[in-house]
Nanobody, 131 residues
């Protein structure tokens, strides 16, 4: 059974940094971790869930929402089955619950823009940004 577990959330002041991790497990020989595009999403109270950044499996192509370009960096270590989101220069509007999710064989844009259902979601981790 596919499973994603996020960690690394917490409280930061504006301008500070946080790094989120998303560890995957339960992948099979046929559906290997490297074949999944994985994305980070966030949902603030009263807002829709939005795609923040996504990364493809083997090519590691990256996609970013305009609101985080130049501040957030996504990366993945396929040997550790882990995707990271380095968040720099945090702003109050970045505060949300952050989720990672995966979809087999999808493009980064289709995952980040939720053009279809994703295969698995993590439970979410809270990020607060306040002075």
């Amino acid at each position: 059974q596919l499973q994603l577990v996020e960690s690394g959330g917490g409280l930061a002041r504006p301008g500070e940094s946080l790094k989120l991790s998303c560890v995957a497990s339960g992948f099979t020989v046929n559906d290997q971790y490297n074949d999944y595009t994985i994305g980070w999403f966030r949902e603030a109270p009263g807002d829709k869930r939005e795609g923040v950044s996504c990364i493809s499996g083997r090519e590691k192509a990256e996609y970013y929402a305009d609101s985080v370009k130049g501040r957030f960096t996504i990366s993945r270590d396929n040997d550790k089955a882990t995707v990271y989101l380095q968040m720099n220069d945090l702003k109050p509007e970045d505060a949300a619950v952050y989720y990672c999710a995966a979809r087999l064989g999808a493009t980064t844009q289709s995952v980040c823009q939720l053009w279809g259902p994703l295969d698995v979601w993590g439970q979410g981790v809270r990020v607060a940004v306040s002075s």
